[in-house]
Nanobody
Framework: QVQLVESGGGRVQAGDSLSLSCTWS????????VGWFRQVPGNGRTLVAA????????LHADSVKGRFTISRDNAKKTVDLQMNSLKPEDTGVYYC???????????????WGQGTQVTVSS
C-alpha cells in the first residue's frame, strides 16, 4: 500500500516556472515508480513524467522534454516535478501516481493522489 500527497500547483503566466511535489508513504520495492499525469476536462490522464525509485530511471513525455524535470529524494520520500517555460497547454489537474514501471507508464498505476490544479494563462 502506497499513499500519495501532492503539493504545489497554482496559477501562473506563460513562461513562468512552477514546482510540484509528491510525498509518498508506505512500502516501495525495486519496481515502484512514481509518475505525474495531467488531466484536462473531457480527456483521460496522460503521462507527463515518471521515475523509478530504486535506480532513478526516468522518462518525460515529448511535450515537456527540455522544460520539465522529474526527480526523487528517497530519504525524504518525495518526487518533484520542476516545470519551466510553462505554456497554456500545460494547464490541467496534475496527479501523482505510483506502481510498477511498465503498467504505470501506460496509465495503469496502482495508487493515485488527489490531484492539484495547474493553470497557465497566456
Amino acid at each position: 500500500q502506497v499513499q500519495l500527497v501532492e503539493s504545489g500547483g497554482g496559477r501562473v503566466q506563460a513562461g513562468d516556472s512552477l514546482s510540484l511535489s509528491c510525498t509518498w508513504s508506505g512500502r516501495a520495492d525495486r519496481t515502484t515508480t512514481v509518475g505525474w499525469f495531467r488531466q484536462v476536462p473531457g480527456n483521460g490522464r496522460t503521462l507527463v513524467a515518471a521515475i523509478r525509485l530504486s535506480d532513478g530511471n526516468r522518462l518525460h513525455a515529448d511535450s515537456v522534454k527540455g522544460r520539465f524535470t522529474i526527480s526523487r529524494d528517497n530519504a525524504k520520500k518525495t518526487v518533484d516535478l520542476q516545470m519551466n517555460s510553462l505554456k497554456p497547454e500545460d494547464t490541467g489537474v496534475y496527479y501523482c501516481a505510483a506502481g510498477p514501471y511498465q503498467p504505470l507508464v501506460v496509465g495503469r498505476a496502482n495508487y493515485w493522489g488527489q490531484g492539484t490544479q495547474v493553470t497557465v494563462s497566456s
